[in-house]
């Protein structure tokens, strides 16, 4: 997990590059002036890649999404994901390339050649530091704040910056000021019908109080139908009958206080999205938000 240092160190180094790239509240991002100005000579797609860079690339290629060549300063993306993937994986190999510490460690993010608690972590920072400079920092909560307190104000806003809907729901807890927390887990039923949890996202004051949400959910996501957990209802809702559902409990902080939450589940096709957000918070009102599910 990244600690609290490197998140301010990681949100520096992109607000500086947004900054002198002259792009701060420009949306989307755009990335082209972002690589221009940290020294990146050109962005290929990874189906155009010149011969003597195919001449370097691992043997499992079609297992990459995205490089950084340091020598010569060349990202290559992957742009058969889409765009907003492929924006997030440009904005990715950009933080390689942004963060000081990645250039001595990795080379080409290949999975055969990453492994080891190192190489997950400079991954993870990566992934943070994607998220601020399309998201730039917390101007995409600032915009959301407008709208309720909900996982539709996310996803209604996820076309503004050019990002996916699971980028947005996942940077959305990143700076809120209230308690608030997103789950991300894999589509398939596993032990005992649960859905196993791939990441887990929290508002500072939410980490505060509650620690990791996943500590929350160590056993994984409940996903059936019969189970009586009100988590397991609106997962059940949202992976079977593509709602986007919510429901109401209790959590209970680490000082042993029972507060009352709003869990809302989206299931995007992909994964299985549920935000908690405290009840008071939930409730409190802003714009409508016009949010249609297909």
């Known amino acids: 997990m990244i600690d609290e240092l490197a998140r301010r160190q990681i949100r520096a180094a992109t607000h500086t590059a947004l900054q002198q790239a002259g792009v701060l509240g420009v949306l989307p991002t755009p990335l082209e002036a972002v690589s221009r100005g940290i020294g990146i000579t050109e962005t290929i797609d990874i189906g155009q890649l010149p011969e003597d860079l195919v001449a370097r690339r691992p043997n499992a290629l079609k297992r990459v999404l995205g490089a950084v060549f340091y020598r010569p300063r060349i990202i290559v993306v992957d742009r058969s994901q889409g765009t907003a993937r492929g924006r997030f994986i440009e904005a990715h190999e950009i933080s390689h390339k942004l963060l000081p510490t990645h250039e001595a460690i990795i080379r080409l993010d290949d999975e055969g050649r990453l492994f080891g608690n190192t190489k997950k972590l400079i991954e993870e920072e990566a992934e943070v530091g994607a998220a601020e400079l399309l998201f730039q920092g917390d101007l995409f909560v600032r915009r959301a704040l407008d709208f309720p307190v909900s996982i539709a104000s996310p996803i209604g806003l996820a076309t503004d910056f050019s990002a996916s809907l699971t980028a947005a729901v996942r940077h959305y807890p990143d700076y809120h000021p209230d308690l608030v927390a997103v789950l991300v887990a894999g589509r398939f039923r596993v032990g005992e019908g649960r859905l196993r949890i791939w990441s887990g996202h929290e508002s ?91």
Do not use: Y
């Open 204 to 294: 500072p004051s939410f980490r505060r109080s509650f620690g990791p949400v996943t500590d929350l959910f160590r056993a994984g996501l409940p996903a059936q139908e019969s189970d009586d957990d009100p988590i397991a209802s609106i997962v059940c809702q949202a992976l079977d009958h593509g709602e986007l559902a919510s429901t109401e409990l209790q959590l209970v902080d680490q000082r042993g206080d029972a507060k009352a939450f709003v869990a809302e589940a989206f299931f995007n096709q992909r994964v299985v999205l549920v935000m908690l957000a405290e009840a008071a918070a939930a409730r409190r009102r802003g714009r409508r938000m016009d949010l249609q599910i297909v």
